[in-house]
Antibody
Framework: EVQLVQSGAEVKKPGESLKISCKGS????????IGWVRQMPGKGLEWMGI????????RYSPSFQGQVTISADKSISTAYLQWSSLKASDTAMYYC???????????????WGQGTTVTVSS | DIQMTQSPSTLSASVGDRVTITCRAS??????LAWYQQKPGKAPELLIY???SLESGVPSRFSGSGSGTEFTLTISSLQPDDFATYYC????????FGQGTKLEIK
């Protein structure tokens, strides 16, 4: 079974750093893009960026460039989303997402992680 | 980057109604458009891809059409399970979601 399993909920203070994870299983992890999607409380879906674990090619949506870092370790089939200095406005649910086909073209997402809730509050 | 605009933002309808949601792209995306359904507290689920292809397991009352910059999602006869929020997404150039359409019970 193809699965993405994300790390657990986090509660942090403004200014702290954070790295959340997304572990893929049941498929060839290096050969599929993995993306990250933000959903702020009561709001819509926002595409943050994407990484191709096979060669670490990483692409960010303009709104998130410089705000977060996406990385992956193909040896353990895990992708990461990290912040160096959290803000209250980073409070959201974060989903990892895998497109439906292999290779470097873009495809719609057919596999989603369960989501990681990040709460940033003093 | 490509902007996606959905309308309406909220739609009130009854079981059995036929409903249509529209999505417009800021530039041509050919047929590289998907539709997702999201229920509260859950991850989105893929309904339609390549503008009009039905994802496996999705009921045939869902259909999509369009190309270029204008797209529609139609639900032919609303069922109780269909009341949710719907998002379009372009995947022609990276990815962008529309702002969502909340389908409510009238």
């Amino acid at each position: 079974e193809v699965q993405l399993v994300q790390s657990g909920a986090e509660v942090k203070k403004p200014g702290e750093s954070l790295k959340i994870s997304c572990k893929g299983s049941g498929y060839s992890f290096p050969n599929y893009w993995i993306g990250w999607v933000r959903q702020m409380p009561g709001k819509g879906l926002e595409w943050m960026g994407i990484i191709y674990p096979g060669d670490s090619d990483t692409r960010y949506s303009p709104s998130f460039q410089g705000q977060v870092t996406i990385s992956a370790d193909k040896s353990i089939s895990t992708a990461y989303l990290q912040w160096s200095s959290l803000k209250a406005s980073d409070t959201a649910m974060y989903y990892c997402a895998r497109p439906m086909d292999t290779g470097k073209n873009y495809y719609p997402v057919d596999v989603w992680g369960q989501g990681t809730t990040v709460t940033v509050s003093s | 980057d490509i902007q996606m605009t959905q309308s309406p933002s909220t739609l009130s309808a009854s079981v059995g109604d036929r409903v249509t949601i529209t999505c417009r792209a800021s530039q041509s995306i050919s047929i590289w458009l998907a539709w997702y359904q999201q229920k509260p507290g859950k991850a989105p689920e893929l309904l339609i891809y390549q503008a009009s292809s039905l994802e496996s397991g999705v009921p045939s009352r869902f259909s999509g059409s369009g190309s270029g910059t204008e797209f529609t999602l139609t639900i032919s006869s609303l069922q109780p399970d269909d009341f949710a929020t719907y998002y379009c997404q372009q995947y022609n150039s990276l990815y962008t979601f529309g702002q969502g359409t909340k389908l409510e019970i009238k």
